[in-house]
């Protein structure tokens, strides 16, 4: 890597102006690294054909960028075959558990990224789903084959059995098994869905969006953000939030010596963490959309749900110094927002892939 400017290159879903790489772009500002004065990215990675993407990481690889950023299993896969000397940096599901690093503290190779342990709150947002709908009888969680393992599944299908609750599931494994799939459960008798995380659901959220908006099925996503753009409710950290953190392990590469920064662990959000690296960030939240379809709905933060435990409190005592029967509260939108906490993962001397939970 060169004194004067730096290049990066980037394999995303999205197009450069998303809010994600605005953020990106902002964190590499404030930190002294700005387009051209000291900073170059390739632009070519941005919104790129899928069908492409081993032909694009060979393109980029063999310009000799200094890093290179992306996300998901898939992706981190391809890219880390085909370099074992260029720095990776990756958002993902989990790095350790997806064979993309040894450990967190020693992660050996080189890639660096931050680990989104987003399915973990598969459950929770199952939880808040039953929370939402009293008497729901049957539910059903849309699936990516390529993310979820039959173990997670029966664990969510034990969670809902033990609150009375059927789970069903359906895959897709790709965009267009995603509407049939919609259309499956709807028919089949579910009443509400869990949209479990993944990469491919998050790109074609959207799709997800309005054919359930289509069924009138209440649906929880992955991403607040997909709350804003007209799903009902989601629990989970914010996307923006996320890249932040990626953008601040991108500075940590840039000022290591060479673009080698050693001993770095990989980053983690851990839920119920408050990151001292992300001061006020809150990115483990609940939001709600009351009124389907309205695009321009603002998320409801879980916080806003615990007013309802203090009321249920109030209740207890009151019925209580009444000489009534004990009652017991639900936990509906557990609040326990939390940021995510970084330990940086070192590029040292292997290949790298990019995170399986996001979606660049």
Not at 15 to 31: H, S
Not at 223 to 251: N, S
Not at 328 to 357: I, K, V
């Amino acid at each position: 890597m060169g004194a004067g400017t730096y290049r990066i290159a980037v394999l995303s879903n999205f197009t450069r102006e998303a809010p994600i790489w605005a953020a990106v772009f902002d964190e590499l500002g404030k930190a002294g690294f700005v387009e051209p004065k000291n900073l170059t990215v390739d632009p070519r990675g941005f919104e790129f054909p899928v069908d492409r993407a081993a032909e694009m990481v060979e393109q980029l690889v063999q310009s000799g960028v200094d890093i290179i950023l992306c996300a998901g299993k898939p992706m981190s896969t391809l890219v880390q075959a085909a370099t074992r000397t260029i720095p990776i940096l990756i958002t993902s599901d989990d790095v350790v558990g997806e064979g993309l690093a040894r450990s967190l503290a020693q992660p050996g190779g080189n890639l660096t990224g931050v680990s989104i342990l987003s399915s973990e709150l598969n459950g929770k947002r199952q939880e808040i789903l039953i929370d939402l709908l009293p008497g729901v009888l049957h539910i059903a969680a849309v699936v990516d084959p390529g993310t979820v393992v039959p173990l997670q599944l029966e664990t969510l299908r034990n969670a809902a059995a033990s609150r009375g609750v059927e789970l069903s599931t359906y895959a897709a494994a790709n965009p267009e098994e995603i509407a049939s799939a919609i259309d499956s459960l709807s028919a089949a008798g579910a009443t509400a869905q869990n949209v479990l995380a993944s990469p491919l659901l998050s790109r074609y959220r959207l799709v997800l969006i309005d054919r359930s908006a289509a069924r009138s099925l209440p649906t929880i996503y992955q991403w607040p953000d997909t709350a804003e753009e007209g799903g009902l409710i989601a629990y989970g950290p914010r996307f923006t939030q996320i890249y932040r953190q990626l953008a601040r392990q991108l500075v940590k590469l840039l000022r290591g010596k060479a673009g080698r920064p050693a001993g770095r662990a990989a980053d983690q959000v851990r839920t119920g963490d408050q990151s001292q690296h992300c001061e006020g960030a809150r990115p483990h939240r609940a939001a709600i959309r009351p009124r389907p379809r309205r695009r321009d709905d603002r998320l409801r933060d879980a916080s806003a749900l615990s007013s309802w435990k203090w009321l249920a409190a109030l209740l207890v005592v009151v019925l209580a110094l009444a000489g009534c029967a004990q009652v017991t509260t639900t936990r509906a939108g557990d609040p326990s927002p939390s940021a995510p906490d970084t330990r940086g993962l070192r590029p040292e001397h292997g290949g790298g892939n990019l995170p399986g939970g996001g979606d660049m």
